[in-house]
């Protein structure tokens, strides 16, 4: 069996031993010798930074592979095999204005789909019974955003008797569907089946305070789930506490914190972290963590704050072996009270200014090219 | 914190005036007309009760660096004093003569006076620190009816200081409101739109798009929107002017419309451009030194990632990063006019003199200002090639964010623009 199928095709994705250690470094090595051979710019990057894949003897040397920053990924097109052979793109977000191209091919894609379907099975949200689904995310088809793709997706783990979404295609262009949601909602509490909650925790969050100013107060079958991932993003000014956001949900809609589902993932790096009870993100076997530095991307001791930035084998078709996110973390391989032995990072904020307008990036959006060049 | 008639309100009652502003401002209105000797004394008398000892520890305590507290509090004194605003208005609206002339053709004398738009909606921005209460004392100055909307993230100077003038001189009461909503809140914000007779907005383009979604055709929009600055150096220029240059970076850190961007330099040689830079690059580090800043660590990480993808980006062509010891300078082998990456991360780009006019052209309404570094005998030339650009200000490096009594802003002078001209003839 070839090393990534190994890694990624396990029941338990957290358990680790030896064997898999080295299957890890082997498949990374590979990989890395792949997208130096295949992706020009990659090769130049590595050659400039002094790179070999032969250089990845031990797990301390997996900071030595050439970093993608997600911005890199946002302004230029990186891949490693001809676009003919992409099976799926994704664009990110963009929460800042420009988004990445994110194209997998059709290997990586069966490998990520074995992975997230053990993944989510582990977390047992993959159920027979039918489900409604409100979707806190765009509906698909207008965009080739990765979010509604992802939270399209993530409908499939339960059989959908229907689903309303939060931002609804209307002519090309999105609108928000508040008014449908809760109509939607007062039917599905009616409904013997559960509610499924999928998408971006800020719409959760507004959909769950329009329902308390309203005096709405529901109690969903026992069964229904909330499941997150994406971030605050554009709605960070309202950020609220953890424990306030499930006491809320608990208010509204009558589900328990323990079928709250947190979930991190990102374009640049489909792979998906739970938060486990303890609010911590365990990293798979597949995967390993390496917080780096503010000031020049070096990796920092554990548990000091630094830029999330992850190793992973799993995408064939772009060089995103080693990608830098602009979420700021800190990472522990300390035991965790859930039980997970593997280790974990919490998400502290994101690099960047929040709360300034600077006057002159604001005037460069005017040229619609963002900052600088 | 919203402030009405001189009470702070929280945001329910807040809302609850709103709701019935239009009578709340129709009281204000039929107050006697707020006179400029009234306005003058009140900011005098604030200007003169602005001490260090209170004001210092309160700037430090928002997050002001001790020597920029300094700088900011010398500043608000002196734009509120007397002399100052006196000087002002002379500069603005000219001497005492009373406006009365018999027009060409005519045989009758009219008579012209300038007077308050009446009602003025302040939509602020957030990047400079007591931005609000200038625009609102702008505002007072003209004789309007003031409704300030605080900047989200707002911290809080902004309200004391307007609370303070009212304590000193309570006529001026009913002439200033401030609400607290956030800009998301569209209706609240359309309603206060609905009463005022313009608004004025601070920000970016996406303020200015939505003041324009907020104001209804028959609402005046005064625009302040976000502009770009930069440094034109061309021929044999000495160190000191580009250490005003230097210096101008990191003391606004580049977040300002009248900050140094960047440098344009007079040559199409990508090489002269890389070389300049390196130059530069080493200016820029020595002024840094002597001018320390301290980034949050968030805004370190960003500014890491940025210099990293542009390095990764890099081709020895058409672009090269030259990073020293806390600032970048990146040359870039094109003539666009961007924004850089702020806190003292520039950038330097070829552009001959006879490229000018056509290169800085496609930039309609977003040029503020252009520091002219050149030899003296070439000044004239230049001069001429930027005003037919939309610059509206030409000087030294150093005194790019410097500003003066009586300075127009954006090529405009702004109290005029919060005023009318009413013409009398009978």
Known sequence: ?373 | MNLVFGEFLDNAAAKEAVSRLGELVLEARRQPPLLRDTVIRACDRLSRSLRDEDCIPLLTGMGLSPEKAKAELGYARFVTSREYLTSRLIREFGGTEDGRFTPCGEDRPVRLEWKPLGVLMHIAAGNVDAAPVYSVLEGLLTGNVNILKLPGGDNGLSVLLLKKLIEIEPAIEKYVFVFDFPSADTETLGRIAAVSDAVTVWGGDEAVSAARKLAMPDTKLIEWGHKLSFAYVSGDVGISALEGAAKNICETEQLLCNSCQGVFLDTDDFEEVCRFAERFAAILEKTAESIPSSLPPAVAAQKTLELYTEELEAEPGSKRVYRRGGVSVIAYNDSELTASYAFRNCWVRPLPKDKLLSELSKYKNLLNTAALLCPKKDRAELEALFEKTGVVRITSGERMSRSYCGAPHDGELPLRRYMKLVSYEY
């Open chain 1, 1 to 373: 069996m070839d090393n990534r199928k190994k890694l990624f095709t396990r029941r338990d994705p957290y358990k680790n031993n030896d064997q898999l250690r080295e299957a890890f470094l082997a498949a990374t090595r590979s990989e890395l010798s792949h997208h130096i051979k295949n992706c020009p710019e990659y090769a130049r990057i590595a050659e400039k930074q002094g790179f070999r894949p032969d250089d990845i003897r031990t797990e301390a040397d997996l900071a030595k592979i050439p970093v993608i920053p997600t911005l890199y990924l946002k302004r230029n097109r990186l891949f490693s095999v001809p676009e003919s052979e992409l099976a799926v793109r994704a664009s990110s977000s963009g929460t800042k204005g420009s988004a990445s191209t994110v194209g997998i091919d059709k290997k990586s894609l069966s490998l990520g789909m074995r992975m997230m379907t053990r993944f989510f099975s582990y977390h047992k949200v993959i159920s027979l019974i039918p489900c409604n689904y409100v979707i806190l995310s765009y509906e698909p088809g207008a965009t080739d955003l990765g979010a509604a793709k992802t939270a399209y997706g993530t409908s499939k783990f339960a059989p959908a008797l229907h689903r309303e979404y939060c931002l609804k295609a209307v002519n090309g262009k999105y609108e928000l569907n508040i008014e449908g949601v809760q109509k939607a909602l007062l039917r599905y509490a009616k409904s013997p089946f559960p509610v499924r909650f999928v998408g971006f925790p800020a719409y959760m969050y507004f959909l769950a305070r329009s329902l308390r100013d309203r005096g709405v107060s529901l109690k969903l079958n026992k069964k229904s789930m909330v499941i997150l991932g994406g971030g605050w993003k554009q709605f960070s000014g309202e950020e609220i506490g953890r424990e306030a956001f499930c006491a809320l949900i608990n208010e509204t809609l009558g589900i328990g914190r323990e079928r709250i589902l947190e979930f991190y993932s990102a374009a640049e790096h489909p792979l998906a972290y739970a938060r486990c009870s303890c609010g911590h993100f365990h990293v798979p076997a597949y995967s390993r963590v390496i917080i780096r530095s503010a000031y020049d991307l070096s990796p920092v001791e554990n548990g000091q704050t630094g830029l999330l930035s992850f190793v992973s084998p799993l995408v064939h078709s772009m060089p995103i072996t080693s990608v830098v996110t602009d979420d700021l973390a800190v990472y522990s391989d300390e035991p965790c009270g859930c039980g997970n032995p593997a280790p974990y990072f919490d998400l502290i904020g994101r690099a960047g200014v929040s709360g300034i307008t600077t006057c002159a990036a604001a005037a460069a959006e005017t040229l619609g090219k963002g900052a600088a060049k």
